[in-house]
Structures are given as structure tokens and as C-alpha cells.
Nanobody
Framework: QVQLVESGGGLVQAGGSLRLSCAAS????????MGWFRQAPGKEREFVTS????????YYADSVKGRFTISRDNAKNTVYLQMNSLKPEDTAVYYC??????????????????WGQGTQVTVSS
């Protein structure tokens, strides 16, 4: 029902900022809750943040709280991840995810039905 494509990844120095985008296909984007996950080499995919479909309530992993901000623009079928004060530990492939019928509290991989291919974020120093 929905296809997701991430973009905006790249190389940035520690303390810098980066903004990721996730473009969704279809005209029912506003009915999906959205999330961001990340996976570093040799590690499991972990929850980063999520946003509900209508109310816009957000959730953040403790590791990124206060530094990352998730937002969505339903008119553009896009969800964003603004990353500030980046640390080398943030280096990972970042994945966008979507679910139309939320389950749980949207903080686990199993809560989502659709996934993008990911975009690489590398933080130096």
C-alpha cells in the first residue's frame, strides 16, 4: 500500500546536523504512523523515533532525545528526521518505516509493515 524511499544521508562531522527525508508513495500517507530505525555494522536494527498519524505525537529513544526531531508533511507525503549535535555513535544506516494499524507503542521493528531501503549516515571524529 505504501512505498518508502529515504534520502539525505551523508558524511558529517561530530556536532553537525543532517536532515533525512522519507518520501512515501500513494495518497493515504496521512493514515500511516511513521518511524525511523537505524542499524550499525554488526548491530541489530534499533528504534530511533516515531510519529503518530493524526495527532502528531512523537516518541524518541533515550539515545537521541533532545538531539533528533521527527516531523511529517502530509501534503508532501514525507516524513523527516532532523539530526542535530551528531555523534560518531549515530553512524548507521537509517531506515524509514510505516504502519497503518499501529501495534504496541511503535518502538519495535515488528510494529511496522513497510520499510525503505535505508540511507547511510556517517559521523566523523
Amino acid at each position: 500500500q505504501v512505498q518508502l524511499v529515504e534520502s539525505g544521508g551523508g558524511l558529517v562531522q561530530a556536532g553537525g546536523s543532517l536532515r533525512l527525508s522519507c518520501a512515501a508513495s500513494g495518497r493515504t500517507f496521512s493514515t500511516y504512523a511513521m518511524g525511523w530505525f537505524r542499524q550499525a555494522p554488526g548491530k541489530e536494527r534499533e528504534f530511533v523515533t516515531s510519529i503518530t498519524r493524526s495527532s502528531g505525537i512523537t516518541y524518541y529513544a533515550d539515545s537521541v532525545k533532545g538531539r533528533f526531531t521527527i516531523s511529517r508533511d502530509n501534503a508532501k507525503n514525507t516524513v523527516y528526521l532532523q539530526m542535530n549535535s551528531l555523534k560518531p555513535e549515530d553512524t548507521a544506516v537509517y531506515y524509514c518505516a510505516a504502519v497503518q494499524t499501529p501495534r504496541g507503542i511503535l518502538n519495535t521493528r515488528g510494529s511496522y509493515d513497510y520499510w525503505g531501503q535505508g540511507t547511510q549516515v556517517t559521523v566523523s571524529s
